[in-house]
């Protein structure tokens, strides 16, 4: 069974720093692109931030960029989304997600988020 | 940004019923392949949100046929022939054509 499990989420202050993590298990994750989703409290969803399988291309939401930066080590099959200068409104429940088809993502594009997290989640306070 | 705009919010349903929601974008999601890169999500309360639709009418797999989309430019419909209890929560599309990629507000479809 494709597994993607999120970690690193926790309460920190406003300014301050996380790194979350997606490891995943079934699948090499090496071949596909890589997605970030975040849930604000009772609210929809945001794409965050995307990669693309050999990490040539990564991009952000205007809300994060500059602030955020997300990488992967495809060796340890796994992603990372690095967060600095911490908001209130970056409190959130962040999924990794995983683009459906192999290679995708180098033209920005993308062709469904088929395997999704449960979450992991990240509460700034002031 | 490409902007996203669904109807309704909300979606009182019947079971055996069929449903419909609506997904409008502020711009062409036609890509120069032929495809459109509008996808389709439900949100079972609870849990991570699943895909259900790829491409703008492409099933995902395990996805039950009773659910189809169609699409046309700036115009996406998700069809559920007949709804079944299991089917509620909440529906989103989103934009996957150009980053940032976006999603739409949501359609809570709840069970009569």
């Known amino acids: 069974e494709v597994q993607l499990v999120e970690s690193g989420g926790n309460l920190v202050q406003s300014g301050g720093s996380l790194r979350l993590s997606c490891a995943a298990s079934?699948?090499?994750?090496?071949?596909?692109?890589i997605h970030w989703v975040r849930q604000a409290p009772g609210k929809g969803l945001e794409w965050v931030s995307g990669?693309?399988?050999?990490?040539?291309?990564?991009d952000y939401a205007d809300s994060v960029k500059g602030r955020f930066t997300v990488s992967r080590d495809n060796a340890k099959n796994a992603i990372y989304l690095e967060m600095k200068s911490l908001r209130r409104e970056d409190t959130a429940l962040y999924f990794c997600?995983?683009?459906?088809?192999?290679?995708?993502?180098?033209?920005?594009?993308?062709?469904?988020?088929?395997?999704w997290g449960q979450g992991t989640t990240v509460t700034v306070s002031s | 940004d490409i902007v996203m705009t669904q109807s309704p919010l909300s979606l009182p349903v019947t079971p055996g019923e069929p449903a419909s929601i609506s997904c409008r974008s502020s711009?062409?999601?036609?890509?120069?392949?032929?495809?459109?890169?509008l996808d389709w999500y439900l949100q079972k309360p609870g849990q991570s949100p699943q895909l259900l639709i790829y491409?703008?009418?492409s099933r995902a797999s395990g996805v039950p046929d009773r659910f189809s989309a169609s699409a046309s430019g700036t115009d996406f419909t998700l069809k559920i022939s007949s709804v079944e209890a299991e089917d509620a929560g909440l529906y989103y599309c989103?934009?996957?054509?150009?980053?940032?990629?976006?999603f739409g507000q949501g359609t809570k479809v709840e069970i009569k």
């Open positions: 997600a995983k683009d459906y088809s192999k290679g995708t993502y180098d033209d920005g594009e993308g062709s469904g988020l088929n395997v």
């Open positions: 079934g699948i090499r994750l090496a071949d596909y692109a």
């Open positions: 990669i693309s399988w050999n990490s040539g291309r990564a």
């Open positions: 711009q062409s999601l036609l890509h120069s392949d032929g495809f459109n890169y």
């Open positions: 491409m703008g009418s």
């Open positions: 989103m934009q996957a054509l150009q980053t940032p990629w976006t």
